[in-house]
């Protein structure tokens, strides 16, 4: 991969995972692989690996707040990715923090469940994230479960990412990048669309059960792109295929959902730094 012409602050709002694969752990790994700067605030602890979730410990959200205005009125952001949020207090605050700081792009990543199935989004939050984040985003990354949860329209199909796609550009997002991992089929097809237009990304799907954190790294590669001042179309491109290749590179760790290969390009590139 090519080296972008500017390193990329990016503050992270997200819950830390134990085992590394996900959330603010995940997060660090991908903005860091593609020569970003990443800062963060802690929305939660989580007690996990790749079997599951078995604890979930949230921050107050005034401190998940204190976290990131400290960033921001030192460091600074060039972008802006939320993560894990939890509940509806902490989107509130994460809408604060966004207001705060309205140079930097936001990627919205709307964590509803963990890749075992646990709940990681009250069911009062959900509105919130709808009515308080939506609109604030310049790119929403929802999973087919996560813009069905969103827009409350099935999302089976390639049709269903489309129709899920505007009803969510019709709320506001500045784009829509809807995700096709859960739609069945050989091919994943990712839509991205944003007011002046649709672009859709086909790859193959890999048949593994290495894929701890996926939804994390394309969101934190997207908003690395944004933040090095790469347009959208070029910063999910890049993400999309840093992501299939940390997929395809997992080391095999865990006996569950594995993580994912964040460092890759690290070693395909040994001169970066």
């Known amino acids: 991969m090519s080296r972008p012409a500017r390193q990329g602050r ?18 660090i790994k991908t903005v860091t692989a593609l020569g970003g700067y990443a800062a963060t605030a802690i929305t939660a602890i989580t007690v996990q690996n790749t079997l599951g979730v078995f604890g979930v410990h949230p921050i107050p959200p005034e401190v998940v707040e ?4 400290a960033v921001l009125d030192d460091i ?14 902490t989107v509130e605050a994460a809408a604060r923090v966004l207001d705060a700081a309205p140079g930097a792009p936001a990627v919205i990543d709307p964590v509803m469940i963990a ?13 919130a994230v709808r009515v308080l984040l939506v609109p604030r985003a310049a790119l ?14 099935e999302v089976a199909d390639l049709a269903g990412q489309r129709r899920a796609a505007e009803a969510l550009l019709a709320l506001g997002a500045g784009a829509v990048l809807v995700k096709g991992g859960h739609v069945p089929g050989e091919t994943i097809t990712d839509v991205l669309l944003a007011p002046e237009g649709e672009h859709l990304f086909e790859h193959p799907r890999l048949r593994t059960r290495h894929t701890h954190g996926t939804g994390c790294t394309l969101a934190s590669a997207c908003a690395v792109g944004l933040a090095q001042g790469l347009d959208l179309r070029d910063a999910v491109a890049r993400a999309l295929a840093y992501t299939q290749e ?18 890759w390009p690290l070693r395909a590139d040994p001169g970066r730094g």
């Open 66 to 69: 204190a976290q990131a205005r």
């Open 10 to 27: 990016v503050l992270i709002l997200a819950g830390s995972d134990s085992g590394g694969g996900a959330g603010v752990q995940a997060d």
């Open 115 to 127: 890749k075992g199935g646990a709940a990681l989004l009250a069911a009062d939050a959900v509105e």
């Open 246 to 263: 940390a997929i395809a590179r997992a080391p095999g760790f865990g006996a569950g959902h594995g993580p994912l290969d964040h460092g």
């Open 140 to 153: 929403l990354t929802p999973n087919a479960p996560e813009a069905e949860g969103l827009t409350g329209i």
């Open 76 to 89: 600074g952001a060039d972008a802006i990715k939320t993560g894990m949020l939890g509940d509806r207090a």
